[in-house]
């Protein structure tokens, strides 16, 4: 139908427009974190945009939805201020049946936003994980930046400079405190060090030249003092940073119907299933809320009812919270879209039921 094709053509040019924006804003913050972070030695610049590229289907997630609801207002608001809507209803053509028209375009973002969902974001969010684990394990002379002291971990390392490739650093500082107690802290000097390559990547292995190696007791005045020439130091990496493989959200959707009894897995779960059918309920809630005649504009009702759907959306993450808790059921997700789709409803039918429960309310008093 020319009429299906000229509103799918509307609504998915805006959408893309809308979600192309808030994408390039939210990814803009988000660079801005990372650089920061890589400034200060912490990340390789690298692989900054392969971060954002596993990031981005999470951040999708939520944008498209909420795009894809701004575009429903945007191209039916239209109809209404260039009399278009006037002309279809005339033509017996309705506001419910162009609903049932975009039924079709609806159904397919909700396929794209459950492929996000289901398969693209957990996977993203797994490379991710990775990336950021390995990132986390550039401890020690990885993170040295010259006159300035670094810690990470028990270490703390200063150099006074530092070679273009990294493998060669004099002024050597570094302080090593126990990590148990009644054990001494290290405190070495060395006047140059050298990086050795090893097949080991737990560690960074250098080979320190004329130096001093002290053993100190904190509270204490008892030290130890040893001299070297030259003295291999192995400076273990951070064992804290690995890659948590039970992280929900990237968990694959097999292992979370195989747990699917433990709360957090359920809610997960739950969400995964459930918040795709919101795109069902963001056309409901456009069609109805939508309605504006020609001197207020398409823009009046675009905030309030913005806020209406991000209000839901905004349920569904609480009651994510909630259900792995303990304190609900998988349940809460369709009774939250149930019940603003009805409301939608509600709200579409307003102009006839405005009269009859005037009326209504009128018997009651003269009764």
Same mark, same amino acid.
């Given at each position: 139908?020319?009429?299906?094709?000229?509103?799918?053509?509307?609504?998915?040019?805006?959408?893309?427009?809308?979600?192309?924006?808030?994408?390039?804003?939210?990814?803009?913050?988000?660079?801005?974190?990372?650089?920061?972070?890589?400034?200060?030695?912490?990340?390789?610049?690298?692989?900054?945009?392969?971060?954002?590229?596993?990031?981005?289907?999470?951040?999708?997630?939520?944008?498209?939805?909420?795009?894809?609801?701004?575009?429903?207002?945007?191209?039916?608001?239209?109809?209404?201020?260039?009399?278009?809507?006037?002309?279809?209803?005339?033509?017996?053509?309705?506001?419910?049946?162009?609903?049932?028209?975009?039924?079709?375009?609806?159904?397919?973002?909700?396929?794209?936003?459950?492929?996000?969902?289901?398969?693209?974001?957990?996977?993203?969010?797994?490379?991710?994980?990775?990336?950021?684990?390995?990132?986390?394990?550039?401890?020690?002379?990885?993170?040295?930046?010259?006159?300035?002291?670094?810690?990470?971990?028990?270490?703390?390392?200063?150099?006074?400079?530092?070679?273009?490739?990294?493998?060669?650093?004099?002024?050597?500082?570094?302080?090593?405190?126990?990590?148990?107690?009644?054990?001494?802290?290290?405190?070495?000097?060395?006047?140059?060090?050298?990086?050795?390559?090893?097949?080991?990547?737990?560690? =960074?292995? &250098?080979?320190?030249? !004329? +130096? $001093?190696?002290?053993?100190?007791? @904190?509270?204490?005045?008892?030290?130890?003092?040893?001299?070297?020439?030259?003295?291999?130091?192995?400076?273990?990496?951070?064992?804290?940073?690995?890659?948590?493989?039970?992280?929900?959200?990237?968990?694959?959707?097999?292992?979370?119907?195989?747990?699917?009894?433990?709360?957090?897995?359920?809610?997960?779960?739950?969400?995964?299933?459930?918040?795709?059918?919101?795109?069902?309920?963001?056309?409901?809630?456009?069609?109805?809320? =939508?309605? &504006?005649?020609?001197? !207020? +504009? $398409?823009?009046?009702?675009?905030? @309030?009812?913005?806020?209406?759907?991000?209000?839901?959306?905004?349920?569904?993450?609480?009651?994510?919270?909630?259900?792995?808790?303990?304190?609900?059921?998988?349940?809460?997700?369709?009774?939250?879209?149930?019940?603003?789709?009805?409301?939608?409803?509600?709200?579409?039918?307003?102009?006839?039921?405005?009269?009859?429960?005037?009326?209504?309310?009128?018997?009651?008093?003269?009764?």
């Amino acid at each position: 139908m020319i009429i299906r094709r000229y509103l799918v053509k509307q609504v998915v040019s805006t959408s893309l427009v809308v979600v192309s924006i808030l994408t390039l804003i939210v990814l803009g913050a988000r660079l801005i974190k990372y650089f920061g972070v890589a400034a200060q030695g912490r990340l390789d610049v690298s692989v900054l945009f392969s971060i954002i590229g596993y990031r981005l289907p999470e951040f999708l997630i939520l944008l498209l939805p909420l795009s894809f609801f701004i575009g429903l207002m945007l191209v039916f608001g239209r109809l209404y201020v260039e009399h278009e809507m006037a002309v279809l209803n005339s033509s017996g053509v309705s506001k419910h049946k162009l609903a049932r028209l975009m039924l079709p375009m609806t159904l397919v973002f909700v396929i794209v936003e459950m492929i996000l969902m289901v398969w693209i974001s957990p996977w993203g969010l797994r490379q991710f994980n990775e990336l950021s684990s390995t990132q986390a394990l550039r401890t020690g002379f990885d993170l040295v930046r010259p006159k300035e002291f670094i810690s990470s971990g028990p270490y703390t390392i200063y150099a006074g400079s530092l070679s273009e490739d990294r493998k060669n650093l004099k002024d050597i500082f570094v302080y090593v405190k126990a990590e148990k107690a009644g054990k001494p802290d290290q405190l070495v000097v060395a006047k140059e060090a050298t990086r050795v390559e090893m097949a080991d990547e737990t560690a =960074s292995v &250098v080979d320190l030249t !004329q +130096g $001093r190696r002290y053993e100190i007791y @904190p509270g204490t005045a008892k030290y130890v003092q040893a001299e070297f020439q030259t003295w291999r130091f192995r400076i273990e990496n951070n064992k804290e940073a690995k890659y948590d493989s039970n992280d929900v959200s990237a968990l694959q959707i097999s292992k979370l119907w195989e747990n699917r009894n433990d709360p957090v897995i359920a809610s997960q779960l739950g969400w995964r299933i459930f918040a795709p059918f919101s795109m069902f309920v963001a056309l409901a809630l456009a069609v109805a809320l =939508s309605e &504006v005649t020609p001197r !207020q +504009g $398409r823009y009046l009702k675009l905030f @309030p009812a913005l806020m209406i759907f991000a209000s839901m959306i905004v349920l569904l993450i609480a009651a994510q919270t909630r259900i792995s808790r303990g304190e609900f059921g998988i349940w809460v997700y369709p009774a939250i879209l149930v019940s603003y789709f009805v409301a939608a409803m509600l709200f579409s039918r307003k102009q006839s039921l405005a009269p009859k429960i005037k009326r209504k309310i009128k018997q009651v008093r003269s009764s």
